[in-house]
């Protein structure tokens, strides 16, 4: 059975860092285009960064740019997001679809898949 879980969210305060994973089981994520995106209460689903597949190429959003890192690790068939100098509007779910349909035009994948996790909740406050 294919499955994504996150986890690493958690209270930090401004300033501050956390690194979110993402573990896929049932298929390897090499071949399909994977990222996090946030869903903050009365927004938008906002995306911030995706990685191609084989990490042949990364996208990042303004927003987070220069403060938030995505990378695979391969041998744990693991996506990470770590992020620096969190701010209270960092807050919100945060959900690592490997979905080729969301990711189209951002990053793209050998394969396609649409699945999607359960989240991971960041809090920024102090």
């Known amino acids: 059975q294919r499955q994504l879980v996150e986890s690493g969210g958690g209270l930090v305060q401004p300033g501050g860092s956390l690194r979110l994973s993402c573990v896929a089981s049932?298929?390897?994520?090499?071949?399909?285009?994977i990222g996090w995106f946030r869903q903050a209460p009365g927004k938008a689903r906002e995306r911030l960064s995706c990685?191609?597949?084989?990490?042949?190429?990364?996208y990042y959003a303004e927003s987070v740019k220069g403060r938030v890192t995505i990378s695979r690790d391969s041998s744990r068939n693991t996506l990470y997001l770590q992020m620096d100098s969190l701010k209270p509007e960092d807050a919100g779910l945060y959900y690592c679809?490997?979905?080729?349909?969301?990711?189209?035009?951002?990053?793209?994948?050998?394969?396609?898949?649409?699945?999607w996790g359960q989240g991971t909740r960041v809090t920024v406050s102090p």
């Open positions: 049932g298929f390897s994520l090499d071949f399909y285009p």
């Open positions: 679809p490997a979905a080729s349909s969301f990711w189209d035009g951002s990053c793209s994948g050998d394969r396609s898949l649409e699945l």
């Open positions: 990685s191609s597949s084989n990490n042949d190429s990364t």
